[in-house]
């Protein structure tokens, strides 16, 4: 997928995440309160329980690609990979969400999940 951007003006899939945390940085800035307790219900929701993280980061993955949230998909591709997800686990989460969720899901998860794996390969959050 070399060269591939749904959003030509976010850049690279790094660049994306950058700016994901870019933009929640300045959110908890201006709202700390709301920003912290969104942090500690989203990490307590991660948490490994009776689903490990890595199961998790593939249902969120599966979500993001069902709601379209592209920055959603490039964070949880990139869950998926740091809490040891091969390409296999997450393509067929793509596949799963492509089952519920029809075309639209199927080819943000062949370009923007398949982008994501690439660029990312085994690096961390």
């Known amino acids: 997928m070399e060269g591939f951007?749904?959003?030509?003006d976010r850049g690279s899939m790094q660049d994306?995440?950058?700016q994901y945390k870019h933009g929640l940085g300045t959110f908890e800035q201006k709202m700390p309160l709301m920003g912290r307790k969104f942090?500690?219900?989203t990490e307590q929701c991660f948490a490994g329980n009776s689903l490990t993280e890595r199961e998790k980061q593939l249902i969120a993955l599966g979500i993001a690609i069902n709601?379209?949230?592209e920055y959603c998909m490039?964070?949880?591709t990139k869950g998926c990979l740091d809490q040891g997800a091969s390409e296999e686990n997450i393509l067929?989460?793509?596949s799963v969400a492509a089952a519920f969720g029809g075309g639209a899901a199927f080819s943000q998860g062949v370009t923007v999940v398949?982008?994501?794996?690439?660029e990312f390969g085994n690096t961390t959050h």
């Open 5 to 8: 951007s749904l959003n030509q």
């Open 16 to 18: 994306a995440l950058k």
């Open 39 to 41: 942090n500690e219900f």
């Open 67 to 69: 709601a379209q949230d």
């Open 74 to 76: 490039i964070y949880h």
């Open 92 to 94: 067929e989460a793509v």
């Open 114 to 118: 398949q982008q994501c794996i690439e």
